[in-house]
């Protein structure tokens, strides 16, 4: 007999078993029924806390998108402010940024896929150019470099020749397209190289803030 919950923790635990069929097996296979297995419980408590399948992907990728959220705020704790002045200093300080980046992009490689599925699945259910949820999550991920971009750069007595939003852009098409040739190859080292050479041509786009 399934032990009854506050609905808040039923809906806690029916997400979490969804996200478990996501990341391993992609979100459509992410059905009532099997979360409903998943989570031990009957249908009906599924239907109970979810009007739909649709409610319930929708609720699994704002979750996801909310982790995107607590990444950024991360971000607001970095010391950035010692260190070298100039362009060597804004190199320095966005070798080591995006070295931290990635070591939270790769210690969760399923979790990472399933943002890639996430816009695909946004597209096709919403349209171009209502791309829904899609939209939060890329404008999360824009947070996070633009907190790091303006941080180091200001730091360094640095600026951006062509503008913070459109370097913002920038940086977001290099890490998202490396991102997405480690999940196809899985080579680490290779990984910290291009995004050093991606560092060093952003730290090209730079100068004196004065």
């Given at each position: 007999m399934t032990r009854r919950?506050?609905?808040e923790q039923r809906r806690a635990q029916l997400l979490q078993a969804a996200l478990q069929i996501a990341e391993r097996d992609g979100?459509?296979?992410v059905t009532v029924r099997g979360v409903a297995e998943r989570a031990?419980?009957?249908l009906g408590v599924v239907h109970y806390c979810y009007t739909d399948k649709?409610?319930?992907l929708r609720e699994l990728i704002n979750a996801v998108n909310a982790e995107v959220h607590q990444a950024a705020k991360a971000f607001l704790s970095v010391d950035f402010g010692s260190g070298e002045q100039g362009a060597e200093?804004?190199?320095r300080r966005l070798y080591d940024a995006i070295d931290?980046?990635?070591?939270v992009i790769s210690a969760s490689p399923d979790r990472q896929l399933l943002t890639y599925e996430i816009i695909s699945y946004s597209l096709r259910t919403h349209g171009v150019p209502e791309v829904g949820l899609a939209r939060d999550q890329q404008d999360s991920n824009e947070d996070i470099v633009r907190i790091v971009l303006e941080r180091t750069a200001e730091s360094s007595g640095m600026r951006w020749e062509v503008g913070l939003e459109a370097m913002v852009k920038?940086?977001?098409c290099l890490v998202e397209g490396i991102g997405l040739r480690w999940q196809i190859y899985r080579d680490d080292d290779d990984v910290t190289r291009l995004l050093h050479h991606g560092v060093d041509l952003v730290v090209s786009g730079a100068v004196?803030?004065?």
């Open positions: 919950l506050p609905a979100l459509g296979a031990g419980v009957s649709e409610e319930l200093g804004l190199r931290l980046i990635w070591a920038l940086v977001m004196p803030a004065g």
